[in-house]
């Protein structure tokens, strides 16, 4: 997420001084056109997670120029002479500045606290629990239908961000992974299988629900 237009505040939550903000990101890009790049029909649902804040504020375009001269101020601070990014941070005043498409070009503000800096985070570990839960209950309940169809399963690792199993029916084998998404893939689940050649892994907008569902298909295939 680079482009302010790539990106839309729906709801915001605050509880025991964490900010919660559920996001639609917008990826699929239609032209060059400044006011009609994105696809705004197709878009990934995001949670952005904020500790530490002290305060916050939703902010119109039209209240803007209430503000012009503390964002005046942060351009000079960051050397910049416009806004084009989602995130802006000024170390001067402790806050940083989200500016989202919205439907007026609207932005917020965050201040955090001064003992502890700011984090930013997706909500990736609280999703990576459930979906490793949903996975231990439907592999418990196919338990008897894997011992009846002399299916082995083996469990070939276990740590606090992975767990992998394999699946083996005769000269069939297929491999089930979690993992805690990283920079080099944004996925928590791939399945893949040596016979027929299949391979399946999640999307970013796919809910534990849908991805629970696929394991179900996937597993009752093999």
């Given at each position: 997420?680079?482009?302010?237009?790539?990106?839309?505040?729906?709801?915001?939550?605050?509880?025991?001084?964490?900010?919660?903000?559920?996001?639609?990101?917008f990826y699929k890009v239609l032209g060059s056109d400044y006011y009609n790049k994105y696809d705004y029909n197709v878009y990934h649902r995001k949670v952005l997670k904020f500790k530490n804040v002290k305060r916050f504020e939703y902010y119109l375009d039209e209240q803007i120029y209430n503000f012009i001269c503390e964002l005046n101020d942060l351009q000079e601070e960051l050397g910049i002479d416009n806004f084009s990014k989602i995130f802006y941070k000024s170390k001067k005043r402790n806050r940083l500045y989200i500016f989202e498409r919205?439907?007026?070009?609207?932005?917020?503000?965050?201040?955090?606290k001064d003992d502890?800096?700011?984090?930013?985070?997706?909500d990736e570990e609280e999703k990576y629990l459930e979906i490793k839960k949903e996975l231990l209950k439907i592999l418990q309940s196919?338990?008897?239908?894997?011992?009846?169809?002399?299916?082995?399963?083996?469990?070939?690792?276990?740590?606090?961000?992975s767990y992998i199993i394999n699946l083996e029916k005769?000269?069939?084998?297929?491999?089930?992974?979690?993992?805690?998404?990283?920079?080099t893939r944004y996925y928590y689940i791939h399945y893949k299988q040596d016979f027929y050649r299949y391979d399946w892994y999640d999307e970013e907008y796919h809910t534990v629900s849908e991805i629970a569902?696929?394991?179900?298909?996937?597993?009752?295939r093999f």
């Open positions: 997420m680079v482009d302010f237009r790539s990106i839309l505040v729906e709801r915001m939550e605050y509880k025991d001084s964490i900010l919660y903000l559920y996001c639609r990101t919205g439907y007026f070009g609207d932005f917020i503000m965050i201040e955090f502890k800096k700011e984090k930013i985070v997706i196919k338990k008897e239908k894997f011992e009846k169809n002399n299916i082995k399963m083996k469990v070939i690792e276990e740590k606090e961000d005769g000269k069939r084998i297929a491999t089930l992974s979690l993992r805690m998404p990283n920079s569902k696929q394991l179900n298909i996937i597993l009752d």
